[in-house]
């Protein structure tokens, strides 16, 4: 390496700015700086920053001033400089800030600022081996919670990151944040006999001594217990040792050297056996022959769209084309639209791949995040299963992403920016690193089947169940019918209340599904017609039984219970609408014998409570499992025999043009849990509207006739796949302003795009956390410039922004919103 005289790099910042910031790296950094690297750097007059070096160069800076780059934080990159780029498509592509993507990208204990406040660790004995002086001076200054930017003026150095993050590292510290995760601690104390005391003579000398001098009673006790518990040579973990003696004495026999403390580390994460081989998988005709269409095309189109009914044995394909990237030492990403499916495939994975399989997701803890970060890294995971956020892992060798329900919104993030698609920036991999995607779905969606049709994309496909299992049987109710007959029992039809008894009696399980959380969407007064409302968000309060109390959905607000109305003073409160904890508590009063449970967010908070759910259920423990959309998402339950959806308008006649393709997909996702067995499913539809397409669409099972109808009013009114959409959002506490401002808006963008914008229009919720918002759709063709209008974009954004009056204005674009 050529010794250079100077050198300067580029850092981003995790914080909402648009460029990467110039600093110099001071002359005895420069043989260890390398991109990818943390940095310590000063932003501002005070703040301090981990900054992440996105590029080394030798361009002198046109201005003066310019700041040194405090400290190296690591020896070696955390970020691959191929992530890095793929970080900056990102920004790009989505009309975002890079220190957007980088806040998205990394978790949260790996981006140090000076604001973090710092406390001593509860579960620190104290010891002080290995610390230097500037960390015990550090040390000495945390009683309570201090931020760093306090440590650093009392120390009269703002280099200090490097020596909070080390202390952080061995958990003496921990950030205020830290402290509400629950999770078990990494390092674990060990006694040991010291070297010498494990010769039975010396052993012998000193307990004789013990037992000699009164005083020492309970240290003799202490120690009898140590060699009765570890056979004289192994270690005792402390906390067992003390169960049976007193700390004081254990902490004695330290200091006079009978017993060595030595602290052991452990992963925070679960470790996993694999018992089998992939080998050994059996593939049928249909698996064996998307198998090999998609392998047997790879070179051609790296991409490929398995199509797969529900129960087709998807997931041992997929097992088999993870098999086969392995065998070329490849690491293999597996994308999952929600975190509850996450368990039941992990189960399945873990069985062939057991300590090369990770798992990744919000509902880990922050610490837990960091260490999957750096078993990637490490490449120590091979495979890793995840939500969205795991497309910003930093593999280092990846061959392979397979997209599992690529049809489903999950994989889009809608706030905060970046506002990106899991699935789209797969296939963006695709292109610049040379990688396989699969996406595959029992309901493709019609962008992914498009491409699949105009051969942009390999196409597999597997029509039968697995195992020759038949699909399920769907019946359509009538509820208007059912009504005027007066055969309704509160929310079930005569048809699937007799479909019920009949499944409890056969001892099959029943899923009962409403896209609806909480006990009813609406609390009116039936005297003045008052409706509760949430008075920061354009919506009703939905109600929660189980809690006592009216929630926002938008927002978060919550209140309690209200029992007499606020206008008339009237008691009559009638709770309109149904959701899933009415749907519970309704099947409990007509099935007082079954086992109930329900399964949507306020019961799945956590991620044991998901995994405690799904294994009950396929134990046989719970007979009928209500809940919300995350039932439909590819969860596996053999003795399903029913399945019934309590309304299916609500999502048909949302304002969106998938409206209909959705419906489709969640109708026939939902019903595909049912019959996955020896014996045939049934599924039951409760509907005000039994004659709409949609419904003939999914009882004859009939994707293509949904993807005709909905391909040919796409190309006709303009939508993906023939155009590009973007959706620019401006946001405001001031309606009339908002108002004013918005129309000035679209007046600038017609000077480029003329008659290709829909709106300024108010969302269906034109009011969320006390902002109105008002939106414009773009639409591009596809041959258009996208980049380029994108470019425009930004400028009338910041041309806005820059006005002194528009300061609470906010623009965000969302790019190919869903």
Excluded at 689 to 696: A, G, I, R, S
Aim: charged share 25%; net charge neutral.
């Amino acid at each position: 390496m050529l010794q250079r005289d100077y050198l300067f790099c580029e850092v981003i910042l995790p914080l909402h700015l648009p460029n990467t910031y110039t600093y110099r790296v001071p002359s005895e950094l420069i043989p260890k700086i390398s991109v990818g690297s943390r940095v310590a750097v000063q932003f501002g007059k005070k703040r301090i920053y981990s900054g992440l070096v996105a590029e080394l160069h030798e361009r002198v800076p046109d201005y003066r001033g310019i700041k040194y780059v405090l400290d190296l934080i690591d020896a070696k990159p955390i970020v691959p400089e191929r992530v890095l780029r793929f970080w900056q498509w990102i920004a790009s592509y989505y009309v975002c800030y890079i220190g957007d993507v980088m806040t998205a990208a990394m978790p949260s204990s790996l981006r140090l600022m000076s604001e973090t406040k710092l406390l001593v660790n509860p579960d620190y004995g104290g010891e002080t081996d290995g610390l230097s002086e500037r960390q015990l001076e550090i040390l000495a200054m945390v009683n309570s919670a201090v931020s760093v930017d306090v440590i650093s003026a009392r120390l009269k150095s703002p280099d200090i990151l490097t020596e909070i993050s080390d202390l952080l590292k061995r958990e003496i510290l921990v950030t205020d944040e830290q402290l509400n995760d629950k999770y078990r601690p990494k390092k674990k104390d060990y006694i040991y006999l010291s070297e010498d005391l494990r010769q039975e003579e010396n052993l012998k000398e000193v307990i004789s001594a013990l037992e000699a001098d009164k005083r020492s009673s309970s240290q003799l006790d202490a120690l009898l217990r140590f060699v009765a518990l570890s056979g004289q040579t192994e270690g005792v973990e402390r906390n067992v040792l003390q169960e049976y003696c007193s700390k004081s004495s254990v902490n004695t026999l330290v200091r006079k050297g009978v017993f060595v403390l030595e602290s052991r580390t452990f992963s925070r994460l679960r470790q996993r056996d694999g018992s089998a081989n992939a080998d050994d998988i059996m593939l049928d005709e249909q698996q064996q022959k998307a198998f090999d269409t998609i392998v047997g095309g790879w070179d051609e189109k790296p991409i490929s769209l398995l199509h797969g009914v529900t129960g087709s044995g998807k997931t041992e394909v997929y097992i088999k084309l993870i098999d086969h990237v392995l065998k070329q030492g490849k690491q293999v990403l597996y994308l999952l639209p929600e975190i509850a499916l996450s368990a039941q495939l992990v189960t399945r994975l873990e069985k062939y791949f057991g300590p090369l399989l990770g798992v990744y997701h919000s509902m880990f803890s922050k610490d837990e995040r960091v260490e999957i970060w750096n078993k990637v890294l490490a490449e120590e995971y091979r495979i890793v299963v995840g939500a969205r956020s795991s497309v910003f892992l930093p593999f280092t060798d990846l061959g392979l992403v397979i997209v599992d329900e690529e049809h489903d919104s999950g994989f889009k993030q809608t706030e905060p920016a970046p506002r990106y698609n899991a699935r789209d920036a797969s296939l963006y991999l695709s292109k610049v690193w040379n990688l396989k995607v699969v996406l595959g779905s029992a309901t493709p969606s019609v962008e992914s089947y498009f491409n699949a049709q105009i051969e942009r994309y390999q196409y597999a496909q597997m029509p039968q169940r697995y195992a020759k299992a038949q699909l399920p049987s769907i019946e359509i109710v009538d509820l208007k019918q059912e009504y005027r007959n007066h055969s309704m029992l509160s929310i079930f039809s005569s048809t699937l209340y007799e479909a019920m008894v009949d499944a409890l009696t056969q001892r099959k399980q029943i899923i009962l599904f409403k896209n609806l959380r909480g006990y009813s969407s609406t609390l009116r007064c039936d005297i003045c017609g008052w409706v509760a409302k949430c008075d920061r968000c354009d919506v009703t309060l939905t109600v929660h039984k189980q809690t006592g109390s009216l929630n926002c959905h938008y927002c978060g607000k919550n209140i309690p219970m209200i029992y007499e109305c606020p206008v008339c003073h009237s008691h009559s409160l009638v709770r309109m609408g149904t959701g899933s904890e009415k749907i519970e508590e309704q099947t409990l009063e007509y099935f007082p014998d079954a086992t109930v449970q329900r399964m949507d967010l306020d019961t799945t908070r956590n991620k044991q409570a998901y995994q405690d759910m799904i294994s009950d259920f396929e134990r046989g423990k719970i007979d009928i499992l209500c809940g919300t959309q995350i039932l439909t998402k590819g969860l596996d339950f053999e003795n399903v025999g029913l399945v019934g959806v309590i309304d299916a308008d609500a999502m048909l006649y949302y304002p969106d043009f998938r409206a209909y393709e959705r419906t489709f997909d969640l109708l026939t996702q939902v019903g595909g849990r049912a019959g996955r067995g020896r014996d045939k499913g049934r599924v039951i539809i409760q509907t005000f509207n039994p004659f709409h397409q949609v419904f003939k669409d999914v009882c004859q099972y009939d994707y293509k006739n949904m993807y005709t109808n909905q391909i040919m009013e796409r190309k006709l009114f303009k939508y993906p796949p023939f155009y590009h959409l973007l959706k620019i959002v401006l946001q405001s506490r001031e309606r009339t302003l908002l108002d004013k401002l918005a129309d000035d808006y679209v007046q600038e963008l017609r000077k480029l795009f003329d008659t290709r914008i829909l709106g300024p229009e108010y969302p269906p919720v034109a009011k969320i956390r006390e902002k109105y918002h008002k939106q414009i759709i773009l639409k591009l063709e596809r041959e258009r410039s996208y980049q380029q209008a994108k470019q425009y974009i930004l400028r009338i954004n910041e041309e806005f922004l820059s006005v002194v009056g528009n300061r609470h204005l906010r623009i965000f674009v969302d790019v190919d919103p869903v």
